[in-house]
């Protein structure tokens, strides 16, 4: 198993950033992809981004390429997520999720078969 904590989160105002972190524990070399998705109030989750473990390939939705920026740190088996430019509609609830076999849709929510919490993200002036 794999456990998950997010942190990081909190209210800015917008053009603020945050810096997300994912830390795994557990059976960490198992993991294949960290992903980052967000939800809304009222939408279905999203991906945002991931890192595939085995090249670093890294992955983004459109609408947060240039602002967004996915890392990890082995040593500290963290994941980061900083968060730039921030808008209103960036609001939502952010978890990060790991993948225990291959990936094919590194965005895809059917991917990941371990999640954490949540960490809350407000962008509001």
């Known amino acids: 198993q794999v456990q998950l904590v997010e942190s990081g989160g909190g209210s800015v105002q917008p053009g603020g950033s945050l810096r997300l972190s994912c830390t795994a524990s557990g059976f960490t070399l198992d993991i294949y992809a960290i992903a980052w998705f967000r939800q809304a109030p009222g939408k279905e989750r999203e991906g945002v981004s991931a890192?595939?473990?085995?090249?670093?390939?890294?992955y983004y939705r459109d609408s947060v390429k240039g602002r967004f920026t996915i890392s990890r740190d082995n040593a500290k088996n963290t994941v980061y997520l900083q968060v730039n430019s921030l808008k209103p509609e960036d609001t939502a609830v952010y978890y990060c999720a790991a993948a225990t076999r291959e990936v094919v849709a590194f965005l895809g929510e059917g991917e990941y078969d371990h999640w954490g919490q949540g960490t809350q993200v407000t962008v509001s002036s």
């Open positions: 890192i595939n473990y085995s090249d670093d390939s890294l």
